[in-house]
């Protein structure tokens, strides 16, 4: 589960890492108000206006704009708030934005030897070492995707201990060798260590602050401030029922409808790029289905589980789940009867098929549908399906999980 950065903010104020304070606005009509908020306290006002989408590359899309009046502020909330942006990480067609981040802005130092003082942190589950690790740059911002690409030497990683999480000695030495002087050393070992304990206690899969950066020097902070400007976060969605918190930060405008239907009935749903619909029971025989649809040439349009117990009801979902997708040119059903009764199963496609509306208005199923059917009650289902012949004329039976796979790629080729 992803949330957006102005609840990252938060999140990283309440484990006292130091970030700008910024208030979220909906509308434009609330940004002179929210300027007014920000630039509160500042000599010569300066305030960052973000767009609020669960995607990165906002800055070189345009959609982080430095401002310094509340009509320049409106303006750019104005221009986000009716534009999809579109970056490297968006879809092609870009996201809608409804929701806009007014905040102070951070004046960034000038770096010696060229460029400003950003910096890269982020802490994730590194799989191949089998430890949490925390992922370090001294060339933080906009091109570091770019960087860790071309330069992957300039990408630091030190690795968390299993027990005690983020060791103070370790945070220590990666502040140094990011090249921090003085007091910033300090702060950055703090920010380290806080980020780590908000990994581990909110059960994140990613905590990523880009950019870090350290503010110029002043009287009251002569090695300057570092703040953290910019967060994404991602949580473990297994383990978010225990973080009541984090759940309620979820926004559901920036879901893939499809997947949210699927959770509504307890169905687990990822939609995939290919053009075969798969409904299939058990997580396991999802995967096994996916890969034999592969070995036979053809592409999964989703990952699809109903489960051991779906209902009639479910399997229906399931079905115009599945239909949904405008890219779906045949969907092939792999059922194998343990808990899960194969004449429930037969009697789900029925319903789905005779219910089914099609966008120009027609009922039943238009795509090829190949169905097959194993396990307990299977001769109850097949005679149900037999039965209903009429209302699924574009349905083959398999004999199995291989002439299935072989007849629906058949069937869309
Ligand atoms: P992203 O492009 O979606 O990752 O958005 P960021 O919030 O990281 O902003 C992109 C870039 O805009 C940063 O790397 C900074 O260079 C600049 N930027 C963002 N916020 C501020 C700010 O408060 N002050 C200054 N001076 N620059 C900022
Ligand atoms: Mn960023």
Do not use: W
Not at 139 to 167: F, M, S, W, Y
Not at 245 to 250: L, Q, R, T, V, Y
Not at 274 to 297: F, P, Q, R, Y
Request: net charge neutral; proline share 4%; with cysteine.
């Amino acid at each position: 589960m992803k949330i957006h950065e102005y609840q990252a903010r938060d999140l990283l104020t309440s484990f006292a890492l130091p970030v700008p304070k910024g208030r979220m606005i909906e509308s434009a009509a609330q940004a002179t108000e929210a300027f007014a908020a920000a630039a509160a306290g500042m000599a010569t006002p300066l305030v960052v206006v973000k767009a609020q989408v669960h995607a990165g590359g906002r800055g070189k899309a345009g959609f982080v704009k430095l401002v310094k009046t509340a009509a320049e502020a409106q303006a750019a909330a104005s221009f986000m708030l009716s534009n999809r942006m579109i970056s490297p990480q968006t879809p092609p067609e870009g996201l809608e934005v409804k929701k806009v981040l007014i905040a102070e802005a951070a004046d960034i130092a000038d770096r010696k030897g060229g460029g400003k003082e950003e910096f890269y942190l982020a802490i994730t589950t590194d799989r191949r070492t089998r430890r949490n690790v925390l992922i370090a740059s001294r060339e933080g911002g906009v091109e570091i995707e770019q960087i860790a690409h071309d330069r992957p030497e300039a990408i630091l990683k030190a690795a968390l201990n299993p027990l005690t999480g983020l060791e103070p000695f370790v945070a220590r030495e990666v502040a140094f060798k990011l090249g921090f002087k003085g007091k910033q050393v300090g702060q950055a070992v703090a920010i380290m260590l806080n980020l780590a304990k908000l990994f581990v206690q909110k059960d994140c899969t990613l905590a990523e602050i880009n950019p870090l950066v350290i503010t110029p020097p002043t009287a009251a902070h002569p090695d300057g401030q570092v703040l953290a400007i910019d967060a994404k976060f991602d949580f473990d969605d297994n383990a978010t029922f225990r973080h009541k918190d984090i759940e309620a930060m979820f926004d559901p405008a920036e879901e893939n409808p499809a997947e949210l239907a699927a959770r509504k009935f307890g169905l687990s749903y990822i939609a995939l790029e290919g053009n075969i619909g798969c409904l299939v029971n058990g997580a396991g025989l999802a995967m096994a289905t996916m890969d034999t649809i592969a070995m036979h040439g053809g592409r999964p349009a989703n990952f699809l589980d109903v489960g051991g117990s779906a209902t009639e009801q479910a399997v229906t979902e399931a079905f115009g789940i599945i239909l949904s997708d405008s890219s779906v040119k045949g969907v092939m059903v792999n059922i194998f009867g343990g808990i899960m009764k194969c004449d429930i199963i037969a009697q789900g496609v029925i319903n789905a098929a005779k219910n089914y509306k099609n966008a120009d208005g027609t009922m039943g199923f238009k795509v090829p549908l190949v169905v097959r059917l194993e396990g307990t009650n299977v001769e109850g289902g097949r005679a149900l399906l037999e039965s209903a012949k009429a209302a699924l004329p574009t349905m083959q039976a398999a004999s199995d999980m291989g002439d299935a796979a072989r007849k629906v790629c058949a069937a869309v080729a």
